[in-house]
Structures are given as structure tokens and as C-alpha cells.
């Protein structure tokens, strides 16, 4: 079923060749291509471990012969539920290597969805950190081998035990490797990665990437960024879905001669901010909500203290604007905006050298190999600056949902286009905006007949100087049928009362039926794994309530 991937209509592959945009190699091969050039040269780096491009080539190597070796075949999955670590990449290239696929399971996964995903890909092997965060996931994935029969194998990097192989045995070189090796190269049209949705309305969904299209992720992103194999990449974001916190700060330096520095686990602000200054960072990529956290603790570090860095990069959710321009005068480097999402691909990206309005304020323009449009709710293209339903089809983007084509069907139309579920507006030179008024269609709230745009509130209400983050979502109401209600995570020693924050709202012209109706304090949003707010998680607090 993994093998049966959607693929890009003949005559839309045949642009794409003629373009340059598909080369037609692998992403196994264009790293041993860059492995080959930059050798000694360090390629990652988390805490004592080090890895030089060299060894992590050695490396992926033996664990793709050694999955050779235990029986797999083309086409079949790796799973690997891991919290940020060198294994990630390593285990992705060994697979691609062989023409199996790697499936990134985010740590913060429990066993209802990590159940129906290891089912639903007939996953063979997992592997399991062990022992993390304070869940046993060896334990877990025991229970869940019970209702998976097609998981042959659970590795784990931590503690073993009853059924519970140790991780460094796929490390150890078998006497065979390149006769295991031979042969093995998959297609670069066959599905080469999994990415997973981050589960913020529904369970996740599965996505498939060729080669062809995966490797174009980057490649604008690098331009855009000015980026090179001399720059050295700070990983902030989470790696364990393979989309943000993966393709821009692990992959693409890997693919490009750089060197990557790993945070192992976001906690404190501060550790992240000492990576970078510490191993000299000159590029770095987080999600938004990262970086919000980022600007109370710089904001009090003496100027002599602070790391400079060249681009800080960030997809995954709107960048509230206030974020963007104290980054940039905090860290006195330039912010690059990538949008796009783990089905959809990703279709535009600013550029560094964009003017301050553009690369603050939008998600930049349209890459070369991308089509955007603007649609309206019949599917009819709208005019310049006005908002509608962004669309996109791109020579990165996958090709349909595992096992659920009802909703790839109803996400993709016949023609390739992507349908986001975005709302924005693009102006006369081609940027995109999705801020201020303009939001994702679904997260409207409807008070009586009239739309609000929850970011209509959370864009002036992050100017407010107790607020570190807020999210508005919908309050239930029996008359109105829903009421906005605004969640907000405070900065520290602040206080915010509800009248306080209304008075404050209309001061920034908000009508008083766009005013949130209730104030809830939280010490954190609930995030799904690719950083984007649980807004369904929001609004049940208040069914619970009323259970």
C-alpha cells in the first residue's frame, strides 16, 4: 500500500525534468555526494557526540545493510519515535539508502495514536528512546506489538530487556555490507520519506515524498537564506515529525556541507540561546512559539551576551510580528519566513534581502517551481490584494494521504492543487500574507452570524506588555453559538485582568463585537507536534467545565 504513491501527472514531470527542478537522484545519494567532498569535516553535533560527514556515511551504511540483513524490503517502513538526536538523519538516509521509508513518530505520541499509525504503514521495525520524559516507551511499544502484527522488531537507544534489542547491534558492521547493499537503489519517483501531520484538529495523517520531491524543499530555502557549507546550523525546532525542526536545520546542511548543532530537548529559553552563541551559530531554525519564549530572557541579557546570528529562520505557524523585529534586533540577524505544511509541501519562503515590510509581514513569494493562486469558496481565482483560500501546486509537494484516500481526494484536487484550509491575500509584487486579518478558514469563530478572525485579537493582544503568547479560540454558546475567548501565557511577574485587556484591545480599534468575552491564564498552549496551538484542546476546557 506504501507503494502505491499518486504520481505527478506525465506531463507535469516532464516540465519539471525540462526545468531542472527533479534531478532524478536520491536523497541517500546526494548526501554520500556531499559526504565524499567534505569528508573530516564535522556534520552534526549534540552534546559530546560529534559526528564527522565520514563516519555518519560509515554509518548509515551499516544500518542500511544491517536492515537489509533482518529481512526487509523495498517499500517497507522503519519507525523511530525520538526526541531531537543524531539518529533521526541517520536512520532516514540508512533507509533511503535501500529504498525503505522512514517514519518520524513525534515523543510526545501515546499509544491510541501511535497504535493507528504503526497499523495503518505495517510498520516492521520501531525504534524507541528507551526510557523518556517520564514514559517507558519500550514498555508502550510492547502493548502495542500485540495489535500490530506487522512489527517485527523494537530497537531502543536507551535501557533493553524482554523483546527489546539494543539500538547499537544495527551499528555493528556485518562481513557483507555491499553485497547487502547491491541493487538496493529505490527509484527517485518511489516513495522515499513519511511525514506526519501534527494532530491538531484529528488524528495524524500520513504523507508521501519522492526523493524528487523532498529534495527541493531546501533548495529555495537555501537560496533565500544565503545559506552554505560554511555555515553552521543551530537545531532548535522539534525534529520528530521530519518536517520543520528536520528539512531546514538537519537535512538540507547535511546535504549541503554544513554543520548542524542539535538542541537535544527545548526547555529553558536560556540553553537555547547559549547553543547558539556557544558553537558560533550563524543560521538557526525554530517554530514561532520558540522564539516568542526566546525574547523575555534576551531581552534582560547584557549586550555583550547575546549570540549573533546571520538568518533565524521559522515555519509552522504564523511569526506574530513583535517576535519577528526583537529577534532581529535582539540577535542582530534577519528572519526568513517558510511556509507550507507536512502534506502540501512548501511553496514560498522570503528572502533575507527582502525589504523589512515584506520580510516581516508576509511568507514572501511563490518559489520557481511552485503555482500559487488565491481562490475563492467556488474555486475561482481572486483579484490582487484580496483574500480568499490560499492554494498551491508544487514539484515538492507529496503526492496523497496513506490509506485515506477519501481525504486526499477532498485536500488535492484532479489537477495537483493543493487546498490549504489557509485564508490570505497576495499583493501586486507576488508576497503572501497570512497575518492580521487573515487566518486559517477553520479557526473562524462564528458569534451569531458574524466571522471572527482570531487573529484579529492575538496580533495586537502579543503588543501587550504582560502577554508572552495568547491564542483566541472558540467559547460554546448556546445562544451565539460561539463566543471568543482569549488564552493567554503571561510574561513572568505580570498580571492581566479582563477588563484590562479589553480596554486595551479597543484602544487597537477592535469593534466590541470582535472583543474576546472570557480570559482564561495558562502557564503554557497546548502545541501539536509541528508547533501549531491545539485550538480544539482549548475549546474543550470549557466542555469540561460544563461535564
Not at 204 to 218: A, D, E, G, V
Amino acid at each position: 500500500m506504501i507503494a502505491d504513491l499518486p504520481l505527478t501527472p506525465n506531463a507535469l514531470a516532464t516540465q519539471y525534468r525540462e526545468k531542472g527542478f527533479w534531478n532524478d537522484i536520491t536523497i541517500a545519494e546526494s548526501f554520500a555526494s556531499t559526504a565524499e567532498k567534505f569528508g573530516d569535516k564535522t556534520a552534526l553535533i549534540m552534546g559530546d557526540t560529534s559526528l564527522s560527514y565520514s563516519e555518519l556515511a560509515k554509518q548509515i551504511n551499516i544500518v542500511a545493510a544491517n536492515l537489509v540483513a533482518l529481512g526487509l524490503t523495498p517499500g517497507q517502513v522503519v519507525a523511530g519515535q525520538l526526541p531531537n538526536c543524531t539518529e533521526i538523519p541517520l536512520l532516514h538516509l540508512a533507509c533511503n539508502t535501500v529504498g525503505l521509508l522512514y517514519m518520524p513518530l513525534h515523543d510526545s505520541w501515546r499509544e491510541a495514536e501511535l497504535s493507528h499509525l504503526l497499523q495503518l504503514a505495517e510498520v516492521q521495525i520501531v525504534v524507541s528512546p528507551g526510557v523518556y520524559r517520564d514514559c517507558d516507551h519500550n514498555a508502550m511499544f510492547r502493548d502495542i506489538q500485540a495489535q500490530a502484527p506487522s512489527l517485527k522488531a523494537i530497537y531502543s537507544l536507551g535501557v533493553t530487556g524482554e523483546n527489546i534489542n539494543a539500538f547499537d547491534t544495527l551499528l555493528v558492521k556485518p562481513k557483507n555490507v555491499d553485497k547487502l547493499l547491491a541493487g538496493r537503489r529505490p527509484d527517485p519517483d518511489a516513495p522515499a520519506a513519511l511525514m506526519l501531520s501534527g494532530g491538531t484538529t484529528a488524528i495524524s495523517k500520513i504523507s508521501r515524498f519522492s526523493s524528487n520531491n523532498m529534495l527541493l524543499m531546501f533548495e529555495p530555502a537555501a537560496h533565500c537564506a544565503g545559506f552554505t557549507s560554511n555555515d553552521i546550523a543551530c537545531a532548535l525546532a522539534p525534529a520528530g515529525t521530519g518536517a520543520t525542526g528536520y528539512i531546514y536545520p538537519i537535512l538540507m546542511p547535511l546535504l549541503l556541507g554544513a554543520t548542524t548543532v542539535i538542541l537535544p530537548r527545548w526547555g529553558d529559553p536560556k540553553t537555547a540561546i547559549d547553543l547558539i552563541k556557544n558553537h558560533q551559530c550563524t543560521y538557526a531554525v525554530a517554530i514561532p512559539a520558540q522564539m516568542t519564549k526566546m525574547v523575555p530572557v534576551l531581552e534582560t541579557m547584557a549586550a555583550d551576551d547575546l549570540p549573533t546570528l546571520r538568518c533565524f529562520a521559522n515555519a509552522g505557524a504564523p511569526l506574530p510580528f513583535i517576535t519577528a523585529t526583537k529577534i532581529e534586533e535582539y540577535l542582530h540577524c534577519r528572519i526568513q519566513s517558510i511556509y507550507g505544511s507536512t502534506d502540501g509541501g512548501v511553496p514560498t519562503f522570503t528572502d533575507i534581502n527582502d525589504p523589512d515590510d515584506k520580510r516581516l509581514k508576509t511568507v514572501g513569494r511563490a518559489a520557481p517551481f511552485a503555482e500559487l493562486k488565491i481562490w475563492d469558496e467556488q474555486g475561482n481565482e481572486v483579484a490582487t490584494d484580496e483574500i480568499g483560500e490560499v492554494v498551491w501546486r508544487c514539484a515538492d509537494k507529496s503526492w496523497g494521504y496513506l490509506g485515506a484516500d477519501d481525504q486526499t481526494a477532498s485536500t488535492f484536487t484532479p489537477e495537483g492543487f493543493y487546498k490549504s484550509g489557509d485564508l490570505g491575500r497576495l499583493d501586486a509584487q507576488g508576497y503572501l500574507q497570512i497575518t492580521s486579518i487573515v487566518c486559517r478558514k477553520k479557526d473562524m469563530i462564528l458569534r451569531g452570524g458574524r466571522n471572527i478572525s482570531p487573529q484579529t485579537i492575538e496580533v495586537p493582544l502579543l503588543s501587550h506588555p504582560a502577554v508572552l503568547d495568547v491564542a483566541v479560540a472558540a467559547k460554546p454558546d448556546d445562544i451565539l453559538g460561539e463566543r471568543a475567548c482569549a488564552f493567554v501565557v503571561l510574561n513572568p511577574n505580570s498580571t492581566l485582568e479582563f477588563v484590562e485587556m479589553n480596554d486595551f484591545l479597543k484602544s487597537r480599534d477592535l469593534a466590541i463585537w470582535q472583543l474576546p468575552e472570557d480570559l482564561v491564564i495558562l502557564d503554557d498552549l497546548p502545541r501539536g507536534a509541528g508547533g501549531k496551538v491545539r485550538k480544539a484542546d482549548l475549546t474543550a476546557l470549557f466542555n469540561e467545565k460544563k461535564d
